[in-house]
């Protein structure tokens, strides 16, 4: 299974940029990336997903780099609602790209 | 558009009994996910289907559980005989699955409490 490896815990205030970095160093050549959000007594939700390079979306950019052993979560000025667990997958098909490890919990104070 | 719907939202029985979490994938969606959710064990993929047949159930803790998709629009997740240790949130997602990678969608989940 590709393992990835986050930041148990990451602390921001409201307006700042957060990155979370997640490694990954055995990927796969047809591995994507994809990262999904959790909150408190909801289902994940998807974020967004690339393979190599920068992918933005309108409420995240994800920056990879050329190796692609690792990958950065960017949130533009985070806001008290994007205190949520973040969660970081690698793989193609099957249970490869179904694997959650135990996220990065980012807490935005005020 | 309606997400996937799980029911129920909350179940709470004793041990012994038995369990049956529902769920309705995303209309047009060809893969289904169960999975589980502890403070130990994070989120633990349990089985998927894709077009109705289960592809991985590597992930089924035990016999006691046992999953079905008789249709593209539905499945159950059932556990008999319950045991405490299954108290857990429960979660359904689905995704289609033509090319890789597609992101799935999760229900918001059965918190499950085995007395």
């Known amino acids: 299974l590709a393992k990835t490896t986050q930041p148990i815990s990451m602390d921001s205030y409201e307006g700042q940029e957060v990155n979370i970095t997640c490694s990954h160093n055995?990927?796969?050549?047809?591995?994507?990336i994809t990262w999904y959000q959790q909150f408190p007594s909801q289902g994940p939700r998807f974020i967004i997903q690339?393979?190599?390079t920068k992918v933005t979306n309108e409420v995240a950019s994800l920056f990879i780099p050329a190796d692609r052993k690792s990958s950065t979560l960017s949130l533009p000025r985070v806001s008290l609602s994007d205190t949520a667990v973040y969660y970081c997958?690698?793989?193609?098909?099957?249970?490869?790209?179904?694997?959650f490890g135990s996220g990065t919990r980012l807490q935005v104070q005020p | 558009d309606a997400g996937v719907i799980q029911s129920p939202r909350h179940e709470v029985t004793e041990m012994g009994q038995e369990v049956t979490l529902r769920c309705k994938p995303i209309?047009?969606?060809?893969?289904l996910f169960w999975y589980r959710q502890t403070m130990m064990r994070g989120l633990e993929l349990l089985i998927y289907f894709n077009n109705n047949v289960p592809i991985d159930d590597s992930g089924m803790p035990e016999d006691r559980f046992s999953a079905k998709m008789p249709n593209a629009s539905f499945s159950t997740l059932k556990i008999q005989p319950s045991e405490p240790r299954d108290s857990a949130v429960y979660f359904c997602?689905?995704?289609?699955?033509?090319?890789?990678?597609?992101?799935?969608?999760f229900g918001d989940g059965t918190r499950l409490s085995i007395l």
């Open positions: 055995n990927i796969a050549t047809n591995d994507y």
């Open positions: 997958l690698v793989g193609g098909t099957g249970r490869r790209a179904l694997t």
């Open positions: 209309s047009g969606h060809n893969s």
């Open positions: 690339g393979y190599k």
């Open positions: 997602a689905s995704s289609w699955t033509g090319n890789d990678n597609q992101p799935q969608h």
